[in-house]
């Protein structure tokens, strides 16, 4: 539609119809076609392009575009206001769990609109699964256990409950990813300890394993997540880090004797 008109919004404004895209958009409609007057409705970072903006915004806006128009913003209207409606209706249904998602955020990654999709799926009550692992299998986020002959042959995920699969464990893997960007976590360190030998798929679902084994705990024991911190591996894999240094150290011609300073 704006391209018809030689609007290029697109080409300068990441969304068309973010909060600046749409004061535009009404302006147009008003009858305003200066595209400097235009380009001064830019908000935010948008306002560091106005030099690309008034270019942009140099078109040929006749009636039929602003009709047009209008029915999008229309259309916009009508989805924001659905969209508070049914965020009302949300909160009010998650108003009994509130303790429950406010103590999941306190995983690292895990925002308010993630807890409270994990709670609607699984719900508070654990008991209802015998262990972690009956969970993890629940959701399909157990790995596979195909052997023959003693060997095993994969280590895919299992289906688990259809249901599930399109919400749980995409929120579960949004949380992953978003843990990768945190810093001083055992789980930006669970993920890049496993990225660098399995890869960062695979680690990914490690992760979303991880933080579920934690939920269910959490849960089932009222107890805020516990950080066991980013060093957590080397302090549980001391003696192996010992002597792969000392390896290679000898390999470089060391004589090394180690001393404890008796510092944790």
Request: with cysteine; aromatic share 4%.
């Amino acid at each position: 539609m704006l391209e018809s008109a030689n609007i290029k919004l697109a080409v300068v404004a990441t969304a068309i119809l973010g909060a600046s895209g749409q004061d535009m958009l009404a302006a147009l409609l008003g009858g305003e076609a200066d595209p400097a007057v235009l380009a001064e409705l830019a908000r935010g970072r948008l306002r560091a392009k106005l030099p690309l903006l008034r270019q942009a915004l140099e078109g040929r806006v006749q009636a039929h575009h602003r009709v047009l128009i209008r029915h999008v913003l229309a259309h916009v209207d009508f989805l924001e206001q659905q969209l508070a409606a049914l965020t009302t209706e949300i909160e009010e249904a998650c108003a009994p769990f509130a303790q429950a998602v406010a103590l999941l955020e306190t995983i690292p990654g895990v925002a308010e609109a993630a807890a409270t999709a994990v709670v609607a799926e699984i719900g508070t009550d654990m008991r209802r699964f015998p262990s972690a692992k009956h969970l993890a299998s629940w959701a399909g986020l157990c790995p596979g256990n195909r052997q023959s002959a003693g060997k095993r042959l994969s280590g895919k995920t299992t289906a688990g409950n259809v249901w599930l699969n399109g919400c749980l464990k995409a929120v579960l893997g949004e949380v992953a990813w978003s843990t990768t960007h945190t810093t001083g976590t055992y789980l930006a360190a669970l993920y890049h300890r496993l990225a660098r030998r399995r890869g960062k798929q695979k680690a990914i679902v490690a992760v979303a394993h991880s933080v579920l084994v934690s939920i269910y705990h959490m849960l089932r024991t009222q107890q805020p997540y516990h950080e066991l911190g980013p060093d957590h591996f080397d302090r549980l894999d001391t003696t192996h880090i010992q002597r792969r240094y000392v390896r290679r150290l000898e390999q470089l011609g060391y004589a090394v004797a180690l001393t404890p300073t008796g510092v944790a």
